[in-house]
């Protein structure tokens, strides 16, 4: 296959439902895969790898401090972790760079906050836990396309708050009234 001919952009359709397709072949397609070849232990008083005796440890696991060498160092955003800590993470879903989908809480918030609004004597119900989700869920991280940040609690928390205002001046009013 010609490198050449696969340079820049361009526009495919798709075999199996007919769509166009921009494709975009990168140039690190061409290149051969760059090879870690891990350190060999010299000396006895050096750090060995947890995993691979043999090996000169180069970092240490992030996650559970095991020294590491370069074949075992995955690295994640910033951490070096082993793959025991990797596995562990994604069976507990807590490793954030391997999140595949991510729960929007704030997008639910508001539809607590706004749906009721056509039921109105739903809201007594709602409004409290569109403002509980808003502000309980208020550190989780955005959606994996940098969507859902702090907006959606934002007007999840004035819609809330403005209903709950609502209902206790109607409450109010009504007790006075009598």
Not at 94 to 114: C, E, K, M, T, Y
Not at 162 to 170: D, T
Request: charge should be positive; glycine fraction near 6%.
């Amino acid at each position: 296959m010609d490198p050449a001919a696969f340079t820049g952009t361009t526009v495919a359709r798709c075999p199996a439902c007919r769509r166009e397709l921009t494709v975009a072949l990168f140039p690190a397609l061409w290149q051969p895969p760059a090879a870690v070849a891990p350190e060999t232990l010299i000396a006895a008083e050096e750090a060995s790898c947890f995993y691979h005796e043999a090996n000169r440890a180069a970092v240490v696991c992030d996650g559970c401090g095991r020294f590491l060498c370069k074949l075992c160092d995955i690295e994640l955003r910033g951490q070096h972790l082993c793959p025991v800590c990797v596995a562990a993470g994604v069976r507990k879903k807590n490793v954030a760079a391997l999140d595949h989908s991510r729960f929007l809480h704030g997008r639910i918030a508001v539809a607590l906050a706004v749906v009721p609004i056509l039921f109105w004597p739903l809201t007594c119900l709602t409004a409290p836990a569109a403002v509980f989700t808003a502000l309980r869920y208020w550190k989780q991280p955005a959606g994996l396309t940098g969507s859902g940040g702090h907006g959606n609690h934002i007007i999840a928390l004035i819609l809330g708050s403005a209903q709950i205002a609502v209902w206790l001046f109607v409450s109010a009013w009504l007790i006075l009234k009598k």
